[in-house]
């Protein structure tokens, strides 16, 4: 565990001192880094592994911001300690079979991928449902604020849910070792401070933890000698963007002594089989399939693709995530988790459901109904106040301003508009940095930030609770004019949250 710096939240004299002085300091970073800094600090990056690989096999740092973000910590505590809660939902979601697909069926006539992955979940059978279960999440939040250039808005507002990654819950070896470096910068300014908070920073190791367990359940159970895990990934020759991010959690489970291995979805189109119940890819027989791919319609692009992720599910191998927990992930059951008499279902208290109904924003449904048509309006008369979502994860997939109002305009009278959910925008607070990419330093600009929180989860087949904890921490940093945010396609930056 990490020390992360921090200063006390309690807003007196002496604190704001505090505030004001390590924003000056953060301010000097930020004047005296110019272009003649970009070649050392990229050489640091590519010394602590924060690099991305292009098409030709070269490795190049990730866009990385130059100083670490504000981050009110009482909110984030908040935050960070209802992850556990949040995981043992949407296993218990995912588990409520028939309300899951009396769900699902609309959005299923209008968007294929919904179908086909609906489809392999309504074809489970009972035992396949009660299989050990292991997710590596990740949430993401904004903080919302009510006026984002107040000089301390990221004290005044709360953590508000942006999505949950289940598949593309990636950059888990970017966040420990930005924090290092900006560690590392800050202490050379010699910046100090009252209290230092511990939280969980070496993300890989822990995300590994619930890897490692699916392994030792799976081998326990099967008596498997040479069983693997295998890393999936969408890359067929080998070289792919996310390479030292997937490669990290192959060095770790090698130093945990799993035997782990890469296979790209058409590797295993061409060499899987289900035979006898177990999956194998060649000779070697598959103890968990770790997804880092299947979440996007581009990857199931024939019948043979949707086999292979049917005969995931059917076989005895661990997938993670599951069928079931990816199915519940879409973006209408967060809309529906947002409704109290839903989500109370799944929770034990009462201010459990209170404290997870805090988390959310105004998500509003889109079917041809006079609600939906209605909320619809609203997003046509109010484009910069909304954003349409399609049932997907990861980035890239929204649509916004204009593009929203034209695509809801299309849309009247269309069924097919139920596929979307409408979220309100987020005003989270506006902080000065730079950002570093392809070798390129921007001008000092205004920036929003965007925080994940990662955490491992793992059932035995009866469903107890074996692992649930939060395991790291992600800061994604971007120039305020951009929508998406992104880092693999170039949009944000890594970054790291400085505590106050």
């Given at each position: 565990t990490l020390?992360?710096?921090?200063?006390?939240?309690?807003?007196?004299?002496?604190?704001?001192?505090?505030?004001?002085?390590?924003?000056?300091?953060?301010?000097?970073?930020?004047?005296?880094?110019?272009?003649?800094?970009?070649?050392?600090?990229?050489?640091?990056?590519?010394?602590?592994?924060i690099l991305h690989v292009n098409e030709n096999a070269v490795s190049y740092p990730v866009s990385m911001a130059i100083v670490p973000t504000l981050i009110n910590y009482k909110d984030y505590k908040s935050t960070h300690d209802i992850q556990t809660t949040l995981n043992l939902v949407l296993d218990r979601m995912s588990r409520d079979k028939e309300f899951v697909v009396s769900c699902l069926a609309p959005v299923a006539q209008h968007d294929t991928m919904v179908k086909g992955l609906m489809e392999i979940y309504i074809s489970l059978p009972d035992s396949n449902l009660q299989k050990p279960a292991i997710g590596l999440h990740r949430h993401d939040y904004m903080y919302q604020t009510t006026d984002p250039t107040d000089k301390n808005a990221f004290l005044n507002g709360k953590f508000q849910m942006v999505e949950v990654n289940l598949i593309a819950a990636s950059m888990g070896h970017f966040t420990e070792n930005m924090l290092h470096y900006h560690h590392s910068v800050l202490g050379l300014k010699r910046v100090k401070y009252s209290h230092e908070y511990n939280a969980p920073t070496d993300t890989i190791r822990g995300l590994c933890k619930g890897l490692k367990l699916g392994y030792e359940l799976y081998t326990s159970q099967w008596r498997s000698e040479n069983a693997v895990v295998v890393l999936v990934?969408?890359?067929?020759?080998?070289?792919?963007?996310?390479?030292?991010?997937?490669?990290?959690?192959?060095?770790?489970?090698?130093?945990?002594?799993?035997?782990?291995?890469?296979?790209?979805?058409?590797?295993?189109?061409?060499?899987?089989?289900?035979?006898?119940?177990?999956?194998?890819?060649?000779?070697?027989?598959?103890?968990?399939?770790?997804?880092?791919?299947?979440?996007?319609?581009?990857?199931?692009?024939?019948?043979?693709?949707?086999?292979?992720?049917?005969?995931?599910?059917?076989?005895?191998?661990?997938?993670?995530?599951?069928?079931?927990?990816?199915?519940?992930?879409?973006?209408?059951?967060?809309?529906?988790?947002?409704?109290?008499?839903?989500?109370?279902?799944?929770?034990?208290?009462l201010e459990e459901t209170d404290s997870i109904l805090n988390l959310f924003t105004d998500t509003l449904p889109l079917d041809l109904n006079e609600e939906g048509d209605r909320?619809?309006?609203?997003?046509?008369?109010?484009?910069?106040?909304?954003?349409?979502?399609?049932?997907?994860?990861?980035?890239?997939?929204?649509?916004?301003?204009?593009?929203?109002?034209?695509?809801?305009?299309?849309?009247?009278?269309?069924?097919?508009?139920?596929?979307?959910?409408?979220?309100?925008?987020?005003?989270?607070?506006?902080?000065?940095?730079?950002?570093?990419?392809?070798?390129?330093?921007?001008?000092?600009?205004?920036?929003v930030s965007e925080l994940g929180l990662y955490s491992v989860f793992g059932t035995a087949a009866d469903g107890s609770i074996l692992l649930n904890?939060?395991?790291?921490?992600?800061?994604?940093?971007?120039?305020?004019?951009?929508?998406?945010?992104?880092?693999?396609?170039?949009?944000?930056?890594?970054?790291?949250?400085?505590f106050v």
């Open positions: 020390q992360h710096y921090f200063i006390q939240s309690n807003l007196s004299m002496v604190d704001q001192e505090k505030i004001d002085a390590i924003k000056s300091a953060l301010h000097e970073i930020l004047e005296s880094t110019s272009g003649n800094d970009v070649r050392s600090i990229e050489l640091n990056m590519a010394s602590r592994g990934n969408d890359a067929t020759g080998g070289t792919l963007t996310n390479y030292f991010d997937h490669q990290s959690v192959l060095n770790q489970l090698s130093r945990l002594g799993v035997p782990a291995v890469r296979h790209s979805f058409d590797q295993i189109k061409e060499q899987g089989k289900l035979e006898e119940g177990r999956y194998y890819i060649g000779d070697r027989e598959v103890a968990v399939f770790y997804l880092r791919t299947l979440y996007d319609p581009k990857s199931f692009v024939s019948e043979r693709c949707w086999e292979v992720r049917r005969e995931m599910e059917h076989s005895a191998a661990i997938t993670v995530p599951n069928i079931r927990h990816q199915i519940v992930n879409m973006k209408l059951f967060q809309m529906l988790l947002s409704q109290r008499d839903i989500l109370s279902r799944y929770c034990d208290t909320n619809a309006q609203l997003g046509i008369d109010n484009p910069g106040m909304y954003v349409l979502k399609p049932q997907r994860e990861g980035g890239g997939n929204n649509i916004w301003d204009d593009e929203m109002k034209e695509t809801l305009e299309s849309l009247s009278g269309d069924p097919a508009r139920s596929q979307y959910i409408l979220m309100r925008r987020f005003t989270p607070p506006i902080l000065r940095n730079k950002i570093l990419k392809l070798g390129v330093l921007s001008e000092e600009m205004d920036t904890e939060v395991v790291g921490t992600l800061v994604r940093t971007k120039n305020i004019a951009d929508n998406e945010g992104g880092v693999g396609c170039g949009i944000a930056a890594v970054n790291s949250p400085l």
